[in-house]
């Protein structure tokens, strides 16, 4: 259960640093990356939401613990 946190908490840096150029730069990084694969972006943005879901259950199952040791 471990991997799939720091699984969750990469795609989650990969989604927070996209809204990030988005909000200052008016720059979509993953949009940019697959320019000639639509596809290819919905899939990270719907891993992204899903990371995020993970991690909330992930948060609520350990006690608020995301990354036991």
Known sequence: ???ANYIALILLLIGGLNWG???????NLVAWIF?????????VYV???L??????????I?????LAM
């Open 62 to 66: 350990d006690g608020g613990i995301l």
């Open 21 to 27: 150029l988005i909000g200052l730069f008016n720059f």
């Open 35 to 43: 320019q000639k694969f639509e596809m290819g972006a919905r899939i």
């Open 1 to 3: 259960m471990i991997i």
């Open 47 to 49: 891993l992204v939401a």
């Open 51 to 60: 990371a995020a879901i993970w991690l909330i259950i992930s948060a609520c």
